[in-house]
């Protein structure tokens, strides 16, 4: 797998855990944060496209789409 792009999402809650991460995206729908945690993704629903800064644009977005995208933690 390739490193293709970093990101930084930050006050982003997946399923009741606040989350702040730095991380890469390292294949398709699957985004590993520097503390190992692995984030699956539907590319379908939401995607996860470069976040150099907070941007609350796509937090909000992230965020109402939790419920239907099935964002879970794999450790």
Do not use: C, P
Not at 4 to 20: A, F, W
Not at 39 to 50: E, N, P, T
Request: proline residues 0%; hydrophobic residues 30%.
């Amino acid at each position: 797998m390739n490193l293709e792009e970093y990101y930084k999402i930050s006050r982003l809650y997946v399923g009741d855990r606040k989350v702040s991460m730095l991380g890469v995206r390292l294949s398709v729908g699957t985004f590993y944060t520097k503390q190992s945690h692995k984030i699956h993704y539907s590319q379908q629903s939401i995607k996860i496209r470069r976040v150099l800064n907070t941007s609350r644009q796509f937090l909000s977005y992230a965020k109402s789409q939790l419920n239907t995208t099935g964002f879970h933690w794999t450790h």
